[in-house]
């Protein structure tokens, strides 16, 4: 009986071990360590039940992926069914590699080729690399890439550059072309999208070599060329599928302009040449103590979302050069602009809501009389060096 009774015992103790007794390379956990471990970690893990066959069978080619693993990639095995309904399990064995992403809930990859040892350690590797080259990505400072964003040319983007060009851009639709270069049909199109760069206002363009930028055309889902994408501003990108003529896409891009945000501050000719490329922009000259005006301009934007030209401001005395070229007495005031004609119209009424939004209405329908500028306009600092 007594060697009934440890016989017993023992065949308990092998079944508390399972698979794996601990001691080996493979760490057997269960939650919270599970979870605190694969947040901080790349992890391979196996996910197991003691009554199956095939884990059992398995168990020693993953043995020989954690001796070869040692020291590099935690080799986790987890026999807990709530853990298995948490990241939908199915059958077992199942092994997952877990990627840490700053949160509580790690990003997670599904194994799904051969159980054996080579392509388990080159799978792991794999995710363990990218981990790392992302990390570091991250962490070393990137000097800013060129987008060549020469008012009235086509941008070149790149996956380095287009995340902070376009999709950070929230006062700016951008058009973006996605092409191929030997694309027939892309070559009719560039120079109808050279043309729409020259006269397209607000509205930025940009193109993407899609047999390069591969993977900005797989996040885009790209599955012919040309394919014209409008990126507004902010806001969730729209596929155009119009007429392939630079004065119907631009019609297509100002439908779906949103004049929204705070106006930008001018303070030298080439802010003005940067916000101002288009037929026409509204620059206002705001008092000192402006907080009460800008008001009013937002006041005004919200209730015309639509209207296609940038609103962007200065302050009295910020440049008076430009004061005298618009013969301005009395602030505020608003001025309407088209720096590449060299043509103006001032606002002659008191600065209202009511009164600006009455100007707003005037030039958009073709009544405002514009007056030619009398000289070209410089920066202060300019002319300080004249005198």
């Known amino acids: 009986m007594k060697g009934l009774w440890v016989l017993a015992v023992l065949c308990v103790r092998l079944s508390l071990a399972g698979l794996y007794d601990g001691k080996g390379d493979v760490k057997v956990l269960r939650d919270p360590e599970f979870t605190q471990q694969v947040k901080k970690r790349v992890s391979i893990v196996e996910f197991y039940a003691d009554w199956c066959g095939h884990c059992k069978e398995f168990s020693k080619v993953y043995k020989e992926v954690s001796k070869v693993l040692k020291g590099v990639i935690p080799v986790i095995a987890v026999n807990d069914e709530s853990l298995a309904q948490k990241y939908s399990v199915k059958g077992y064995p199942t092994v997952k590699v877990f990627i840490p992403n700053g949160t509580n809930n790690p990003d997670v990859v599904d194994y799904n080729e051969a159980r054996s040892l080579e392509p388990l350690v080159a799978f792991a590797m794999k995710r363990l690399n990218k981990y790392v080259k992302d990390k570091v990505s991250k962490a070393t400072p990137k000097p800013k890439t060129s987008t060549n964003e020469v008012p009235g040319s086509v941008v070149q983007l790149t996956s380095d550059n287009f995340k902070r060009t376009v999709l950070e851009d929230s006062n700016t639709q951008w058009l973006v072309m996605f092409y191929a270069p030997w694309c027939g049909h892309c070559k009719q199109l560039e120079p109808e999208w050279v043309r729409m760069a020259k006269n397209s206002g607000s509205v930025k363009v940009g193109k993407v ?51 929204v945000g705070p106006p930008k501050r001018v303070s030298k000719v080439s802010d003005l040449k940067a916000n101002c490329s288009g037929p026409l922009c509204l620059l206002f000259f705001l008092n000192k103590d402006a907080e009460s005006q800008l008001d ?16 962007v401001y200065t302050t009295e005395g910020s440049n008076p050069q430009w004061e005298g070229v618009f ?16 043509v103006f119209v001032h606002m002659k009424t008191a600065f209202s809501e009511a009164s600006v939004s009455a100007f707003v209405n005037s030039i958009t329908s073709g009544k405002a009389y514009a007056e030619r500028l009398s000289e070209d306009l410089v920066d202060e600092d300019v002319v300080r060096t004249e005198l």
């Open 327 to 342: 013969r301005l007495g009395t602030f505020p005031t608003l001025v309407g602009l088209n720096l590449a004609k060299g």
């Open 296 to 311: 009013t301009i937002a006041n005004v934007r919200q209730k015309s979302p639509n209207t296609p030209f940038p609103f």
């Open 209 to 259: 070599d899609c047999t390069v930028e591969t993977s900005l055309a797989s996040q885009y889902n790209i599955k012919g060329f040309p394919t014209i994408i409008l990126f507004p501003q902010g806001g969730k990108p729209i596929n155009y599928e119009g007429a392939r003529k630079a004065d119907d896409i631009l019609s297509f891009a100002k439908r779906h302009y949103k004049n």
